[in-house]
């Protein structure tokens, strides 16, 4: 059993910066590849930025060199520093992880969080 909390979302004015937070817990061995995804009002969810393995990282183009993507190991947790954010920003944004149990049998899990809002007005 792996849970995952977002938090830092909320109302922010065009150009401004948020820092979103995602904390593991749970039976976890490993956590692997990690990712945030975000989902507009009537839009698909899309995959914002990952960190598919410990020393890669990859973003959407719409983006990057605004967005970056961290992860503390030692916490379990995974961040999203954003800035210079724009309207097209708006979106409920949620973390994924795939994580390897602690318990038997060894396995892996994707799990996904509960989503935060991020709301960005023009």
């Known amino acids: 059993q792996v849970q995952l909390v977002e938090s830092g979302g909320g109302l922010v004015q065009a150009g401004g910066s948020l820092r979103l937070s995602c904390v593991a817990s749970?039976?976890?061995?490993?956590?692997?590849?990690m990712g945030w995804y975000r989902q507009a009002p009537g839009k698909q969810r899309e995959l914002v930025a990952a960190?598919?393995?410990?020393?890669?990282?990859h973003y959407a183009g719409s983006v990057k060199g605004r967005f970056t993507i961290s992860r503390d190991n030692a916490k379990n947790a995974l961040y999203l520093q954003m800035n210079s954010l724009k309207p097209e920003d708006t979106a409920v944004y949620y973390c994924n992880a795939h994580a390897t149990v602690l318990t038997m049998p060894v396995r892996e899990l994707e799990v996904w969080g509960q989503g935060t809002l991020v709301t960005v007005s023009s």
């Open positions: 749970g039976s976890i061995f490993r956590l692997n590849a």
């Open positions: 960190i598919p393995s410990g020393s890669s990282t």
